[in-house]
């Protein structure tokens, strides 16, 4: 058997060098001053989760909400990105071949209700995420199918035995969606954790009140001795931006985790000086243009790859950079991570071609042979200000040049989902919402639906599905470069959907606030505990 050292070291030092142009100065500002015990933090989400239940969702606003309240079998260490440590699991093995995973647990570990942590609750959990019932979602159920079986020789003792090699899986199982619920609670209704918070994390649901917070306290059974640091927390929904700026120039307000535009950071520096601080990374996380292959005439490839062969990214990166969080142009996988596909190749692909005088006239032709010269169509997004509003009027300008009619509508994130995840849609600005670079996640997205309830373009293409197989079968690394090459390249001329741009991550927080890491995922770090406010 191999240690967890073993099997992270090298791919670790991988993903590190796509780490590039990151400014983060938490480590250096908390490893200089004591942590102090007390008070309430009051920040900033900038969007409410329809339901408390992370594995049916892939919006941040979720994991802001319910993190704090749980706990998950490994984490990532954000002192150490991308290295795994441990949550719940105090050790674990791995077998040479990869096809065999032993966890052991730490004692005493209690839920909420006062429930014992058992073996039978990581099972329970996991066969929800990679089984789930008739009625329940879980967007992770691509990612952990090649699970065979989950022993559980004692209440200590998990053992993940796997139909398939999954060259990833030690990171999925650090993933931050993957909350730890109660067998019992479970058991009950497999539904519970949509409405019902109960977990082993580092605070107590206090309250919910819709329109206005979460609120959570101390929770003094947590495992992790002389933690929780605050009495409690208080996360308030702030849908619109304006909102959230003079609340944290106020002071109401130290931060809000997710990110803002590079106007809102020069507007809180000109107005705070030095009480604030600004910290940036490239970021996890895209905006897609979605079609729903569903609705005439977008069943049509022709008038899918229309669409985005009129999409000027090189241009509107340039200047949707300027005014909103979206910066860089990529494929599937993160630009600059270790797997991306370089410039000099996506180039090459559909809808990424910098001559789009060239691109918009094939474009054209495109649409005249599907016979939809004057189409026009809704376009679904999302009411939050930063990114979706300005990628959304970028987009109806792009096709508006080459004489598409488009109708702009935005609503907030509860029916946004509820819209797409029905099929209601035409066209939608959609996120791929990562939590680490491997591309076995970022390719995911993208399976068939039958596969990824998560792919709202609603397409089926077992082509993709095989090369998506193929590559978590993969260990070396130069084979995994050359099938996701494919794997984009089947997509991309399919033109089911296509990442616009990449986003660029801004978090601006109270230097009073402590304790809080940075790193390039906005669903990283929402637990909480190790916070402490320096006053």
Not at 129 to 149: C, E, H, M, W, Y
Not at 386 to 391: C, D, E, F, K, L
Not at 423 to 440: R, Y
Not at 443 to 464: G, H, I, Q, T, V
Request: aromatic share 8%; hydrophobic share 40%.
């Amino acid at each position: 058997m191999t240690t967890r050292r073993t099997a992270l070291k090298g791919m670790a030092g991988a993903f590190a060098l796509g780490m590039g142009g990151i400014h983060w100065d938490t480590a250096t500002a908390n490893a200089q001053a004591k942590p102090k015990r007390g008070g309430t933090l009051n920040f900033a989400i900038s969007a409410e989760a329809p339901h408390y239940d992370p594995h049916a969702s892939d919006t941040y606003a979720t994991l802001h909400l319910a993190g704090p309240f749980y706990s998950t079998l490994l984490r990532f260490n954000l002192a150490k990105f991308p290295s795994v440590e441990g949550d719940l699991a105090q050790s674990w093995t791995v077998a040479p071949d990869l096809m065999t995973y032993t966890f052991k647990l730490l004692p005493n570990v209690k839920f909420a209700d006062g429930t014992v942590l058992s073996s039978a609750d990581i099972k329970a959990t996991y066969d929800r995420l990679r089984n789930p019932p008739q009625g329940v979602v879980s967007t992770r159920k691509a990612t952990f199918a090649d699970i065979d079986t989950i022993e559980t020789p004692d209440p200590l003792t998990v053992i993940f035995k796997m139909k398939a090699v999954n060259a990833s899986m030690l990171e999925h199982f650090a993933s931050p969606w993957n909350l730890i619920y109660a067998a019992k609670d479970l058991g009950a209704d497999q539904a519970a954790p949509r409405t019902k918070v109960n977990g082993t994390g580092p605070f107590l649901f206090v309250e919910h009140i819709k329109g206005s917070h979460i609120a959570g306290k101390r929770n003094d059974n947590y495992f992790r001795q002389g933690l929780p640091h605050l009495d409690g927390f208080k996360g308030v929904f702030t849908l619109q931006a304006a909102a959230m700026l003079n609340a944290v120039q106020g002071g109401q307000l130290l931060g809000e985790f997710r990110g803002i535009s590079p106007a809102e950071r020069d507007r809180l520096v000109q107005t705070m000086g030095d009480k604030i601080r600004i910290e940036e990374s490239s970021w996890t996380l895209n905006l897609l243009v979605c079609f729903n292959v569903e609705k005439k005439p977008f069943d049509d490839v022709r008038v899918r790859k229309a669409l985005l062969l009129a999409i000027d990214r090189w241009g509107g990166s340039a200047g949707l950079s300027r005014i909103s969080t979206l910066r860089s142009v990529g494929g599937v996988i993160r630009p600059g991570s270790p797997m991306a596909t370089p410039e000099s190749e996506l180039v090459k692909l559909p809808g990424f071609a910098k001559d789009i005088k060239k691109s918009r006239e094939e474009a054209r032709k495109l649409l005249k042979d599907a016979g939809q010269e004057n189409l026009k169509f809704v376009l679904w997004n999302r009411n939050l200000a930063m990114p979706y509003t300005p990628a959304g009027i970028f987009l109806v300008d792009q096709w508006r040049q080459i004489g598409v009619t488009v109708e702009h509508k935005q609503s907030d994130t509860g029916a946004y989902l509820a819209t797409m995840n029905a099929g209601n849609h035409d066209v939608a600005i959609d996120f791929s919402n990562l939590f680490m670079d491997d591309p076995s996640l970022g390719l995911a997205k993208y399976l068939s639906l039958s596969r990824a309830p998560e792919n709202r373009s609603r397409s089926n293409d077992p082509e993709l599905d095989k090369l998506y197989d193929n590559h978590i079968r993969e260990r070396d690394p130069e084979k995994r470069k050359a099938i996701i090459r494919a794997f984009e390249k089947r997509l991309f001329e399919q033109a089911y959907q296509q990442p616009l741009l990449w986003w660029h991550r801004i978090v601006a927080t109270h230097k009073t606030l402590m304790g809080w890491q940075m790193s390039p995922s906005h669903n990283l770090g929402s637990q909480l505990e190790g916070v402490w406010l320096d006053t």
